[in-house]
């Protein structure tokens, strides 16, 4: 069966990390582009980052040179390293596998993130 679960959300101080995780099975992982989106209060879901197979990277121009994509394709796990967090980053963040050829886009339940002090 399709997964995408992430992990790793929680409540952080302005200027703190979180490091999410997205583990997955059954979607040929190594073979997608991977995103991160996130859904922050009033606004429509955004793309974050994403990563193709070949480990390029792609950023909105807030997550620039403080959020950090990667990917595992031994352990099929997408990660986002979140540094100097805002408390505008606040939102629930979604991993996403991105339509390959015939194989749908599949998203994860969401994780929370608060910044807060």
């Known amino acids: 069966q399709v997964q995408l679960v992430e992990s790793g959300g929680g409540e952080v101080q302005p200027g703190g990390s979180l490091r999410l995780a997205c583990a997955t099975s059954?979607?040929?992982?190594?073979?997608?582009?991977m995103s991160w989106y996130r859904q922050v209060p009033g606004k429509q879901r955004e793309l974050v980052a994403e990563?193709?197979?070949?480990?390029?990277?792609t950023y909105a121009d807030f997550a620039k040179d403080r959020f950090f994509i990667s990917r595992n394709n031994g352990e099929r796990t997408l990660y986002l390293q979140m540094n100097r967090l805002k408390p505008e980053d606040t939102g629930v963040y979604y991993c996403?596998?991105?339509?390959?050829?015939?194989?749908?886009?599949?998203w994860g339940q969401g994780t929370q993130v608060t910044v807060s002090s």
């Open positions: 990563i193709k197979p070949g480990d390029s990277t």
């Open positions: 059954r979607i040929m992982f190594s073979l997608r582009r």
């Open positions: 996403k596998a991105e339509k390959f050829g015939e194989n749908p886009e599949y």
